[in-house]
């Protein structure tokens, strides 16, 4: 049996500041992942994706991310069990929790945080004729290395964050870069499809706002879609690839049997500290909900560090918060 402090469910970006959060407050930390590696989302879908919002650097990719906050958290001596899907959880008679994992790994724990992302996910994949006759070769749900698509005509599908950053940075990889989309406005962030526009105008990307998917075709291999336009006019457009970006559909998995409060797949939560309708239980990252909750991991950050400052209760119960700052060796500590 492992002993710690805090049991994480969830080894992405949020799952590892709380992590450093924790260890701030001389919590310690075991993180429990169904993925085989760290990262969450950021490593297995879009580990070349860059990002854009986190402070202190205009942009950096999703796997230079989960890099620097294992760095930034290796001084507190976390322990993993990753490729391992939680399976149960039982409560002890002190309030503690036993979490059970699906090879029999058995984490005792004071807190129990969940920081799971979408949960177990599955990409939203499109409605179109022979979609399937080329998935194993030419659609790509996610993106784990863009240079497969360098010097290639590709076709992105999408109106979200994704699709719209994946469309900037590929601009610059690919031979021809189609963005499509259903409507004629984007779900992502303004300053992405302002990007994008501004591609659009310069011809570095082909734009085609307001168009329907019909069809994949090819000689066996994909050589173009087949799209219609609002004005029911047909459009071939030539493609090597395929990515559409239409999100992922969650699942909680077992954890909807813990008795938690659910909306739409999502757990909710007290803003004043994230926790659950289940003592010693949290939430925090994109598998939360609560009134104005935005999904970005400068905000799962946020909730992270409230999350750690409540728990500390659970894990010192004879002990007041307090800080003292030093300086030991130039080092700057708690």
Same mark, same amino acid.
């Given at each position: 049996?492992?002993?710690?402090?805090?049991?994480?469910?969830?080894?992405?970006?949020?799952?590892?500041?709380? %992590?450093?959060?924790?260890?701030?407050?001389?919590?310690?930390?075991? %993180?429990?992942?169904?993925? =085989?590696?760290? $990262?969450?989302?950021?490593?297995?879908?879009? =580990?070349? *994706?860059?990002?854009?919002?986190?402070?202190?650097?205009?942009?950096?990719?999703?796997?230079? /991310?989960? @890099?620097?906050?294992?760095?930034?958290?290796?001084?507190? *001596?976390?322990?993993?069990?990753? $490729?391992?899907?939680?399976?149960?959880?039982?409560?002890?008679?002190?309030?503690?929790?036993?979490?059970?994992?699906? +090879?029999?790994?058995?984490?005792?724990?004071?807190?129990?945080?969940?920081?799971?992302?979408?949960?177990?996910?599955?990409?939203?994949?499109? +409605?179109?004729?022979?979609?399937?006759?080329?998935? &194993?070769?030419? %659609?790509?749900?996610?993106?784990? @290395?863009?240079?497969?698509?360098?010097? #290639?005509?590709?076709?992105?599908? $999408?109106?979200?964050?994704?699709?719209?950053?994946?469309?900037?940075?590929?601009?610059?990889?690919?031979?021809?870069?189609?963005?499509?989309?259903?409507?004629?406005?984007?779900?992502?962030?303004?300053?992405?499809?302002? #990007?994008?526009?501004?591609?659009?105008?310069?011809?570095?990307?082909? /734009?085609?706002?307001?168009?329907?998917?019909?069809?994949?075709?090819?000689?066996?291999?994909?050589?173009?879609?087949?799209?219609?336009? #609002?004005?029911?006019?047909?459009?071939?457009? =030539?493609?090597?690839?395929?990515?559409? /970006?239409?999100?992922? !559909?969650? &699942?909680?998995?077992?954890?909807?049997?813990?008795?938690?409060?659910?909306?739409?797949?999502?757990?909710?939560? @007290?803003?004043?500290?994230?926790?659950?309708?289940?003592?010693?239980?949290?939430?925090?990252?994109?598998?939360?909900?609560?009134?104005?909750? /935005?999904?970005?991991?400068?905000?799962?950050?946020?909730?992270?560090?409230?999350?750690?400052?409540?728990?500390?209760?659970?894990?010192?119960?004879?002990?007041?918060? !307090?800080?003292?700052?030093?300086?030991?060796? $130039?080092?700057?500590?708690?």
């Amino acid at each position: 049996m492992i002993e710690k402090d805090i049991c994480i469910i969830g080894a992405g970006p949020v799952g590892l500041f709380a %992590v450093f959060e924790a260890g701030l407050l001389k919590m310690r930390c075991h %993180v429990i992942d169904v993925l =085989p590696q760290v $990262g969450g989302q950021l490593s297995e879908i879009y =580990p070349h *994706k860059p990002i854009y919002d986190i402070p202190g650097y205009p942009n950096i990719k999703a796997q230079e /991310l989960i @890099d620097k906050q294992m760095e930034q958290i290796a001084p507190f *001596k976390p322990t993993f069990t990753l $490729g391992e899907r939680v399976e149960g959880l039982q409560k002890q008679d002190d309030g503690s929790f036993h979490v059970i994992g699906s +090879d029999g790994t058995v984490i005792h724990c004071q807190v129990v945080v969940i920081a799971g992302g979408l949960g177990c996910f599955e990409p939203r994949k499109p +409605d179109l004729v022979n979609l399937e006759l080329y998935e &194993k070769s030419h %659609v790509h749900y996610m993106i784990k @290395d863009p240079e497969r698509f360098r010097d #290639k005509h590709i076709v992105i599908a $999408g109106g979200g964050d994704s699709a719209l950053d994946w469309t900037v940075y590929l601009a610059n990889v690919a031979k021809e870069v189609t963005l499509v989309h259903r409507n004629d406005s984007f779900r992502g962030a303004p300053d992405s499809a302002e #990007k994008v526009h501004r591609l659009a105008q310069e011809g570095k990307i082909n /734009l085609l706002l307001s168009h329907n998917l019909v069809s994949l075709g090819g000689n066996g291999h994909l050589e173009h879609i087949h799209l219609i336009n #609002k004005q029911k006019e047909n459009i071939v457009v =030539p493609a090597e690839d395929f990515i559409p /970006l239409y999100g992922l !559909s969650p &699942k909680l998995g077992p954890i909807a049997e813990w008795g938690l409060n659910i909306d739409k797949n999502a757990i909710q939560v @007290d803003t004043y500290d994230y926790a659950t309708n289940v003592e010693r239980i949290y939430a925090i990252g994109d598998i939360n909900t609560y009134p104005g909750k /935005l999904k970005l991991i400068l905000c799962g950050y946020h909730e992270a560090a409230l999350m750690c400052q409540s728990a500390f209760k659970y894990v010192y119960p004879d002990q007041k918060l !307090s800080f003292k700052y030093t300086t030991v060796n $130039g080092v700057n500590t708690f």
